[in-house]
Structure formats: structure tokens, C-alpha cells
């Protein structure tokens, strides 16, 4: 099976940065895309930023030109750059995958991480 593992939460001021991590492990033969999703309480999961294995993003404009997605040299590696953190981006942040499992059919799945706390307080 597949495992995203998400690290990099935590309590944050207002203006001040963080930087999420997920890694990609498990029976994957490639990697399609990675990206991040957030969800604060009472709400739905939202789009936040994607990376394609080309190297295309894409981001909400909610967090444009505040946050940053990349890809690691492995590509089995994203990470989200946070700078500028408002009240309002305090939320779950969950790392989320597209990809080709290595089973006899290279099957197509999508993959969610279990979650990181990001909190923007004072």
C-alpha cells in the first residue's frame, strides 16, 4: 500500500511562517501529482496548492503569493512554503496524492495523509 506522511504543523503569529512536509512511501510506481488540501472546523476540505510531476502548480487564490508548493529531488516529497500566515489559514492541512500503485494493472489512486494541525494565533 501507499503512505503520506504530513509534518511541519503547528502554532504560528500572525505573519509568521511555517513549512509543511509529506513524504510518499509505499508500492508506488509513479507519482502524478501532489498537493496540499485544508479544512478548518465547520468547514469543507478546500483546494490549496497542487504540483504536477512536470512541475506545473497551481494554487487558490486564497494563499497566492504567500505560499509556496515544491517538489523534493525524489518527487516522492512535497512540501508547502507558508509565509504571511493569517487567522484565517488556521486549519487541517492534508498532503494528497495521484498515483500509479505498483500492482500488475498500474492501477490509478488517489491517496490522502492523516493530517497537521496549522494554528495562526496570537
Known amino acids: 500500500q501507499v503512505q503520506l506522511v504530513e509534518s511541519g504543523g503547528g502554532l504560528v503569529h500572525p505573519g509568521g511562517s511555517l513549512r509543511l512536509s509529506c513524504v510518499a512511501s509505499g508500492s508506488i510506481y509513479t507519482i502524478r501529482a501532489m498537493g496540499w488540501y485544508r479544512q478548518a472546523p465547520g468547514k469543507q476540505r478546500e483546494l490549496v496548492a497542487t504540483i504536477t510531476s512536470a512541475g506545473n502548480t497551481y494554487y487558490a487564490d486564497a494563499v497566492k503569493e504567500r505560499f509556496t508548493i515544491s517538489s523534493g529531488n525524489a518527487k516522492n516529497t512535497v512540501y508547502l512554503q507558508m509565509s504571511s500566515l493569517k487567522s484565517d489559514d488556521t486549519a487541517v492541512y492534508y498532503c494528497?496524492?495521484?498515483?500509479?500503485?505498483?500492482?500488475?494493472?498500474?492501477?490509478?489512486?488517489?491517496?490522502w495523509g492523516q493530517g497537521t494541525q496549522v494554528t495562526v494565533s496570537s
Open positions: 494528497n496524492s495521484d498515483l500509479v500503485i505498483s500492482d500488475p494493472f498500474r492501477s490509478a489512486r488517489t491517496f
